[in-house]
């Protein structure tokens, strides 16, 4: 009962800081998805989170989520069956029909050929799976992600081109862009990535208007304010909710 309390009251203020951020920017505060990140937490905790009324899911590895999500999708009585599945670290090709098989959502799309392989496995279920590509904005070179140079289109042509080619494939639906930003100091150094995030949405939303693009997923638990003022429309955080992970573990 304890640790279901401190869930509880973790996620309420979480909620409340989304709020308070989403005001701060003159935004709603409903049009703000959180996905809560459960990786190395047990499908227990995440069938906790959903008694607090958490309905967005975040795992960062296949082989994990594979453990745990088909347990929380059996139809079992009192399990639920709304929860939506969030694939936000990176997939390996290897990994791909299995992602498929598993999520409602891929952020981590970053290159063609993964969006070639996801639309192949999507379309052997007869789904259409939505997706976000992720920009590696900062330039880091440990992160994934298209490596885009500042927040003009015109300056990367092949990404462009990569881009349209993940636009017209038959079984994604791309719903906008996803990214990581750096560790730093303090959260305010990390508006300048968001910003750039969301001025590369508003082109690439211009550039290819038959993609939906309304989505910016950006922002975790050290940095989500800052990011909803940015313009996130989903926030993945944590730590903030669960607790702290093992050292080394972002978010």
């Given at each position: 009962?304890?640790?279901?309390?401190?869930?509880?009251?973790?996620?309420?203020?979480?909620?409340?800081?989304?709020?308070?951020?989403?005001?701060?920017?003159?935004?709603?505060?409903?049009?703000?998805?959180?996905?809560?990140?459960?990786k190395?937490?047990?499908?227990?905790?995440?069938l906790?989170?959903y008694e607090?009324?958490?309905r967005h899911?975040?795992e960062?590895?296949?082989?994990?989520?594979?453990?745990?999500?088909p347990?929380?999708?059996?139809?079992?009585?009192?399990r639920?069956?709304?929860?939506?599945w969030?694939?936000?670290g990176?997939v390996?090709?290897r990994?791909?029909?299995?992602?498929?098989?598993l999520f409602?959502?891929?952020?981590?799309?970053?290159s063609?050929?993964?969006?070639?392989?996801?639309?192949?496995?999507?379309?052997?279920?007869?789904?259409?799976?939505?997706?976000?590509?992720?920009?590696?904005v900062?330039?880091?070179a440990?992160?994934?992600?298209?490596?885009?140079?500042?927040d003009?289109?015109?300056g990367?042509?092949?990404v462009l081109?990569?881009?349209?080619?993940?636009?017209?494939?038959?079984?994604?639906?791309?719903?906008?862009?996803?990214t990581?930003?750096p560790?730093?100091?303090?959260?305010?150094?990390?508006?300048?990535?968001?910003?750039?995030?969301?001025?590369?949405?508003?082109?690439?939303?211009?550039?290819f208007?038959?993609c939906?693009w309304?989505?910016?997923?950006?922002?975790?638990?050290?940095?989500?304010?800052v990011?909803?003022e940015?313009?996130?429309?989903?926030?993945?955080i944590?730590?903030?909710?669960?607790?702290e992970?093992k050292?080394g573990d972002?978010?």
């Amino acid at each position: 009962m304890r640790r279901m309390m401190t869930l509880a009251d973790n996620l309420h203020r979480v909620h409340e800081r989304i709020a308070t951020a989403a005001r701060r920017a003159g935004r709603d505060p409903s049009d703000i998805t959180l996905v809560a990140v459960t990786k190395t937490h047990p499908a227990d905790t995440i069938l906790e989170a959903y008694e607090w009324g958490v309905r967005h899911f975040g795992e960062n590895r296949a082989e994990e989520a594979a453990e745990k999500i088909p347990t929380l999708k059996s139809p079992i009585p009192n399990r639920p069956s709304e929860i939506v599945w969030h694939m936000i670290g990176h997939v390996q090709s290897r990994k791909v029909e299995a992602v498929v098989g598993l999520f409602d959502w891929v952020h981590s799309v970053d290159s063609l050929k993964l969006a070639e392989r996801l639309s192949r496995f999507a379309g052997q279920r007869a789904r259409t799976l939505c997706v976000l590509l992720e920009f590696n904005v900062s330039g880091e070179a440990s992160k994934y992600g298209f490596r885009v140079k500042g927040d003009r289109i015109t300056g990367d042509l092949d990404v462009l081109k990569e881009v349209e080619a993940i636009a017209v494939l038959p079984h994604l639906k791309v719903e906008g862009l996803m990214t990581m930003a750096p560790i730093v100091a303090t959260m305010e150094q990390t508006r300048p990535v968001f910003r750039a995030l969301h001025r590369w949405r508003d082109q690439l939303a211009a550039r290819f208007p038959q993609c939906e693009w309304r989505h910016l997923s950006m922002g975790m638990t050290d940095d989500y304010e800052v990011a909803i003022e940015e313009g996130a429309t989903i926030v993945r955080i944590g730590r903030a909710i669960f607790g702290e992970r093992k050292a080394g573990d972002p978010d």
